[in-house]
């Protein structure tokens, strides 16, 4: 199993980035997957959740309204849309194969003027 997380960066407060992980070696329609970020404070927090076949999705309340997850299957591929970016929102954001320890290496994201 392999998950590469690319698009992270540096963007001024209010901006956009678009993260993507690219999975490989299972079934990747088969699983729901997710995304996570994780900064000294706070630790590791879920950010979205996209099911399997991109039906349904869930926020952390911290991200409602300014992100947006989804799929691609036949790419094998989930995003992250992240609108209206704050300094808060700085973090290494990771993509998760749902209810497994299936990793990316992360991707860091900085909000700053």
């Known amino acids: 199993v392999k998950l590469v997380e690319s698009g992270g960066g540096l963007v001024q407060p209010g901006g956009s980035l678009r993260l993507s992980c690219l999975a490989s070696g299972f079934t990747f329609s088969n699983y729901h997957m997710t995304w996570y970020r994780q900064t000294p404070e706070e630790g590791r927090e879920l950010v979205a959740l996209i099911t399997s076949s991109g039906d349904s999705v869930s926020y952390a309340e911290f991200v409602k309204g300014r992100f947006t997850i989804s799929r691609d299957n036949a790419k094998n591929m989930v995003y ?32 700053s003027s």
């Open 80 to 111: 992250l849309q992240m609108n209206r970016l704050k300094p808060a929102d700085t973090a290494v954001y990771y993509c998760r194969r749902a209810a497994t320890q299936d990793w990316g290496q992360g991707t860091q994201v900085t909000v």
